[in-house]
Nanobody, 120 residues
Framework: QVQLVESGGGLVQPGGSLRLSCAAS????????MSWYRQAPGNERELVAD????????KYRDSVKGRFTISRDNAKTTVYLQMNSLQPEDTAVYYC?????????????WGQGTQVTVSS
């Protein structure tokens, strides 16, 4: 059974920091590209950042570049999102995603999400 369990969300003041974690089980973690998405009320889910299976390449949406850092520890089967200089527009439910293109068939899994609220 595949499980992606996010943690680390919460309420933070503007300018503050949070570190999200996503612990994976039931998959061969090192094969998967891992990602963080977010969804604010009334908005579509959007990609925040992703990291390739070996961690050699990362990608960020423009609005978080220079503030957020994605990383992974394949030995701990965990992906992280360090979020600094948080702003109210970063408020959303943050989801962890895992994706692997297995011989042309894309396997994709999601976590349950963790709420991040940036407010004074």
């Amino acid at each position: 059974q595949v499980q992606l369990v996010e943690s680390g969300g919460g309420l933070v003041q503007p300018g503050g920091s949070l570190r999200l974690s996503c612990a994976a089980s039931g998959i061969t973690f090192s094969r998967y590209t891992m990602s963080w998405y977010r969804q604010a009320p009334g908005n579509e889910r959007e990609l925040v950042a992703d990291i390739t299976s070996a961690g050699g390449s990362t990608k960020y949406r423009d609005s978080v570049k220079g503030r957020f850092t994605i990383s992974r520890d394949n030995a701990k089967t965990t992906v992280y999102l360090q979020m600094n200089s948080l702003q109210p527009e970063d408020t959303a439910v943050y989801y962890c995603g895992a994706e692997w293109n297995r011989f042309g068939t894309v396997l994709r899994y999601w976590g349950q999400g963790t709420q991040v609220t940036v407010s004074s």
